[in-house]
C-alpha cells in the first residue's frame, strides 16, 4: 500500500482518498530533513529532502500527516506524528558536526558558559547573508545560522545566538499535530538574558542601518 495511502486514511478516516492526486518527490533542494506539501486544485505535491529516503516508513508517515493537517487546518494527533516528532527532536545527536567559524564559536561558548553551565552540544555554526533573518535553527542539521550584519555588533551576536540555542535546547511543543516553537516558556527565558529589552532596540536599529526591512528571528 503506498504510504501516502496509509497516511491519509489513518489521519482522515471519514475523507474519500478518491477524491485527491498525490505525488512525492524526494530532493536535493532541501536542507537535511526539511518538506513542504503544495496543494492545489485536489492535487498535493509532497516534497521531501532525500535524507528522508532512509527514515523510516512509519516516521514518514507522520510526516505526511502533518503537512496534510497543515493543508487541511485541522488538529488531530496520531501516534506516526508521536514518532515524527521524536524524530526531529533527537536527530542532532546523529548529525555530524563539521561546520564552524572562529568568531561564531567564541560567541557559542560563552553563551554556553553564562546561560547553560556548558552543557549544550556544539551544532554546526555558520553565516549567512540575510537582513531579515538574524538567527536560525534548523533541527535536521542541527545548524544555527546567523546574519552577517551581526558582525558589526557582538552584543546583538551573542543575544542572537542565545535565542537560537534555546531553539536547540527546548525545541518545540506539539499539540493536535501542531507545533510550536516560540513558547510562554520560550519568551520567559529569552527575556532571562541581560539586557534583553537594550538589545531588541539594538537590533532594530542596526537593521535600519543596513536596510529599511522587518527583522525575523526564527
Same mark, same amino acid.
Given at each position: &500500500? ?31 530533513? /526539511?518538506?513542504?506539501? @503544495? ?5 498535493? *505535491? ?28 485541522? @488538529? ?8 515524527? /516528532?521524536?524524530?526531529?527532536? %533527537?536527530?542532532?545527536?546523529? $548529525? ?6 572562529? $568568531? ?56 542572537? &545566538? ?8 527546548? @525545541? ?18 529569552? %527575556?532571562?538574558? *541581560? ?24
Amino acid at each position: &500500500m503506498p504510504i501516502i495511502t496509509d497516511a491519509f486514511e489513518d489521519l482522515f478516516p471519514d475523507k474519500n482518498i478518491k477524491d485527491y492526486n498525490f505525488s512525492i518527490k524526494y530532493t536535493d533542494r532541501f536542507k537535511p530533513y /526539511n518538506a513542504n506539501v @503544495k496543494y492545489r486544485k485536489n492535487f498535493f *505535491e509532497f516534497n521531501l529532502s532525500k535524507k528522508w529516503k532512509r527514515v523510516s516508513r512509519e516516521i514518514q508517515i507522520g510526516l505526511l500527516q502533518g503537512l496534510l493537517l497543515k493543508i487541511f487546518k485541522e @488538529k488531530k494527533n496520531t501516534f506516526n506524528i508521536d514518532l515524527y /516528532n521524536s524524530f526531529m527532536k %533527537k536527530i542532532h545527536i546523529a $548529525v555530524p558536526k563539521t561546520k564552524t567559524d572562529p $568568531v561564531l564559536e567564541d560567541s557559542f561558548n560563552r553563551i554556553n558558559e553564562n546561560y547553560f553551565f556548558g552543557l549544550i552540544e556544539k551544532p554546526n555554526l555558520e553565516w549567512h547573508d540575510s537582513i531579515r533573518r538574524l538567527g536560525t535553527y534548523e533541527y535536521g542539521s542541527d545548524a544555527i545560522s546567523i546574519s552577517k550584519i551581526l558582525q558589526a555588533d557582538m552584543d546583538v551576536l551573542d543575544y542572537v &545566538m542565545y535565542h537560537e540555542i534555546l531553539h536547540k535546547k527546548h @525545541k518545540f511543543h506539539s499539540k493536535n499535530g501542531r507545533s510550536y516553537h516560540h513558547t510562554k516558556e520560550f519568551r520567559e527565558k529569552e %527575556k532571562q538574558f *541581560e539586557n534583553s529589552n537594550e538589545m531588541e532596540e539594538r537590533i532594530k536599529t542596526l537593521v535600519r542601518q543596513k536596510a529599511r526591512k522587518r527583522f525575523i528571528l526564527f
